[in-house]
């Protein structure tokens, strides 16, 4: 699934529905995702495409949570399993596993990483204020991953950071 191609067709306020995926087009948009039955979510606009899980190109001597990389037209994507990089469980490969591959340009670098997930939910439509600051105690999620928290229903979402995420091999170093 193209998100960046289906969101060229959503219009600039309202609610819609396209292939299944709600739409709330005020705020800031987050991509939500399950990993062991918790929720998060990433900028919807850093998503570049959802992929059906399949099995990538295994590279000897990486670290377990890199499951090797794939050939996404033409460019060499590293595909990380978060529930093995932030020890969430022991991961399971479903038919609702999918890779979110998340796109990320700074002036320094641009970078393209799939992450797989357990499954994608929904979009969240959140304001700035309704962010709030994640703790700093507790949690699986190293602290600089979380851009904050909010709360949908009688649940929290928790706000990863995709410059964070880009950087992720620099943060296992040491």
């Known amino acids: 699934m193209d998100i960046q191609a289906l969101a060229k067709d959503i219009p600039v306020e309202g609610e819609y529905s396209l292939e299944g995926i709600d739409f709330i087009t005020n705020g800031e948009q987050y991509l939500t995702f399950l990993l062991e039955n918790e929720q998060y979510a990433v900028d919807i606009l850093c998503v570049e ?3 059906s899980w399949e099995k990538p190109t295994r590279i000897p001597n990486s670290p377990s949570y890199v499951k090797g990389v794939i050939n996404m037209r033409g460019v060499i994507v590293p595909i990380i399993d978060l529930r ?3 020890g969430i469980g022991k ?3 479903t038919e609702t596993t999918v ?4 796109s990320y340009e700074s002036d320094e670098h641009s970078r393209t990483i799939g ?3 357990d499954a994608v939910s929904d979009v969240l439509n959140a304001e700035e204020n309704e962010i709030k600051n994640a703790p700093t105690l507790g949690g699986v999620i190293p602290h600089h991953y ?3 928290l909010v709360n949908v229903g009688d649940g929290v979402v928790t706000l990863l950071s995709v410059e964070e995420l880009q950087q992720i091999e620099a943060h296992s170093i040491g």
């Open 115 to 117: 992450f797989v997930v």
């Open 49 to 51: 495409e959802i992929r």
């Open 84 to 86: 093995l990089k932030f």
């Open 146 to 148: 979380v851009d904050g």
């Open 91 to 93: 991961p399971e490969y």
């Open 99 to 102: 890779v979110i591959v998340l």
